[in-house]
């Protein structure tokens, strides 16, 4: 995305040093006249070299592209796999894998993120359990979880607090 804006503003530049006026140029290139306006500006006072990106500022990503396509891998070859009793990937797990495979250490709110970025999300199982007893479940219930249940017997006597 970067290089592309950037093959922009120098083709943009260009044109500006052909000659080619500035509305024309906007018009092209389909930006606004006032980003085309700056583009001539830094034109003017650096060259072509004014219109390449700056250096990217703040914290670098903490795993490369290619360690993240590494991550998707071993997720999707599974829990067991890494050598998890269960198939199930939860966010301390993912952030232990990524822990021992790239020494990155992470919050369990960054590890959410990648995996977004990654197009992984939360998951529900499909299907219930095929054991379930349907029958069983409503009889217990109806008949058990009343018995269980506490209520008070004299709604009318006092209450100790």
């Known amino acids: 995305m970067r290089r592309e804006l950037e093959r922009r503003r120098l083709k943009a530049g260009r044109q500006l040093s052909k000659g080619v006026s500035q509305a024309e140029v906007a018009r ?20 072509l070299a004014a219109l390449k990106n700056a250096p990217t500022l703040g914290r ?3 795993l490369t592209p290619a360690q993240r ?7 999707k070859a599974g829990a067991l796999a890494q050598g998890y009793a269960t198939e199930l ?18 919050s369990q709110v960054q590890v959410w993120r990648i995996l977004g970025q990654l197009g992984w999300s939360c998951q529900r199982p499909t299907s219930r359990a ?4 349907e029958r069983a479940i409503r009889q217990w219930k ?3 979880w009343p018995a269980l249940k506490k209520t008070p ?9």
Not at 37 to 47: M, P, S, T
Not at 130 to 133: G, I, K, L, P
């Open 28 to 47: 092209k290139a389909g930006v606004s006249r006032e980003a085309v306006r700056r583009w001539a500006d830094k034109l003017a006072e650096g060259g």
């Open 142 to 144: 109806e008949k058990r």
């Open 89 to 106: 990937w939860t966010l301390p797990r993912v952030t232990a894998l990524i822990e021992k495979r790239f020494g990155r250490r992470y």
């Open 130 to 133: 095929t054991q379930r007893d």
């Open 60 to 62: 670098p990503a903490g």
């Open 153 to 161: 017997q004299d709604k009318d006597a006092p209450s100790s607090s």
């Open 69 to 75: 396509q590494e991550l998707a891998r071993a997720l």
